[in-house]
């Protein structure tokens, strides 16, 4: 199994180097452990009129989520564990981050 940590903090705060997201307690029980950083606040959902007005997606935040769990997805094995078992952690934002990645990419396998 392979647990991707994600930071709290709304979306607008928190870093990967947080203490708290430490998995050394999931490794030491042959759980792969990943953190991840990811673009925050105005980084991650610009709302940007030239954006909008190429078509372009402005949703960076979950673009780097997904890259995240298709880098664990593609290097699990070279760390010992199952790319076909990837579970999303975290602090408070979890839920909306998890729900958004399984609304984003429905139908998209996860594993291959």
Do not use: C
Request: proline share 4%; charged share 25%; no cysteine.
């Amino acid at each position: 199994m392979e647990r991707l940590g994600s930071s709290g903090g709304g979306f607008d705060s928190g870093a990967s180097s947080d203490p708290k997201i430490d998995g050394s307690f999931l490794a030491a029980k042959d759980i792969v452990f990943a953190s991840y950083n990811y673009r925050l606040s105005l980084w991650a959902w610009p709302h940007a009129k030239e954006i909008a007005d190429a078509g372009e997606t402005q949703n960076f935040g979950l673009l780097d989520t997904r890259a995240a769990v298709e880098w664990i997805r593609d290097n699990a094995e070279a760390f010992g564990g199952d790319p076909s078992k990837i579970v999303l952690g975290g602090e408070n934002l979890l839920p909306s981050n998890r729900n958004n990645q399984l609304k984003a990419y429905r139908g998209v396998r996860w594993s291959r």
